[in-house]
T-cell receptor
Framework: AQSVTQLDSQVPVFEEAPVELRCNYSSSVSVYLFWYVQYPNQGLQLLLKYLSGSTLVKGINGFEAEFNKSQTSFHLRKPSVHISDTAEYFCAVSVWTGTYKYIFGTGTRLKVLA | EAGVAQSPRYKIIEKRQSVAFWCNPISGHATLYWYQQILGQGPKLLIQFQNNGVVDDSQLPKDRFSAERLKGVDSTLKIQPAKLEDSAVYLC??????????????FGPGTRLLVL
């Protein structure tokens, strides 16, 4: 069975510092990988996605993620965070089960401190 | 391009009452999803439609939840009767078929339900 693990439930970081949000997945078949951001009282917004090709994927708002097949990871990074990056971040995988099914992690709450 | 629309944004009801949520997907998106997001958790798929047909409803509690997408465009999710544990945010998403069958999902703002 497929699963997504986000080990860090909360990550506090000072403004302008770098951040990494970790995501590991488990799957016996090929997956597509996504990161979504959810601001308070809003729906999920797509940050970036990995389909194939280059393992380093750049997304919106200065975020990027690197796919590592051997470690089954897809960590999200940003070199310098802003207060406005405070939000919940969800990693998700999409796997083929007769149709493409999404499985979400439990989320990481990023808190950017002034 | 207009995004996924949902209404109402907030709803408070008492247990055993009924409630309905509405979703209008992005124009041209054939696939529509309803998710339940309990506080502190990731979204859980309740039901997936392809046009007006159900593709996956394996995690829908069918004794109390129902959903329809009669004309293959907008959709309604109903809970009858509601229980305390149904308190959650209900997210609607839609997607367009991409190369290889992948569907990138775009989410609406959600409906926050509180059952008292």
């Amino acid at each position: 069975a497929q699963s997504v693990t986000q080990l860090d439930s909360q990550v506090p970081v000072f403004e302008e510092a770098p951040v990494e949000l970790r995501c590991n997945y488990s799957s016996s078949v090929s997956v597509y990988l996504f990161w979504y951001v959810q601001y308070p009282n809003q729906g999920l917004q797509l940050l970036l996605k990995y389909l194939s090709g280059s393992t380093l994927v750049k997304g919106i708002n200065g975020f990027e993620a690197e796919f590592n097949k051997s470690q089954t990871s897809f960590h999200l990074r940003k070199p310098s965070v802003h207060i406005s990056d405070t939000a919940e971040y969800f990693c998700a995988v999409s796997v083929w089960t007769g149709t493409y099914k999404y499985i979400f992690g439990t989320g990481t709450r990023l808190k950017v401190l002034a | 391009e207009a995004g996924v629309a949902q209404s109402p944004r907030y709803k408070i009801i008492e247990k055993r009452q009924s409630v309905a949520f509405w979703c209008n997907p992005i124009s041209g998106h054939a696939t529509l999803y309803w998710y339940q997001q309990i506080l502190g958790q990731g979204p859980k798929l309740l039901i997936q439609f392809q046009n007006n047909g159900v593709v996956d409803d394996s995690q829908l509690p069918k004794d109390r939840f129902s959903a329809e997408r009669l004309k293959g465009v907008d959709s309604t999710l109903k809970i009858q009767p509601a229980k305390l544990e149904d308190s959650a945010v209900y997210l609607c998403a839609s997607s367009l078929d991409e190369a290889g069958g992948l569907k990138t999902q775009y989410f609406g703002p959600g409906t926050r339900l509180l059952v008292l």
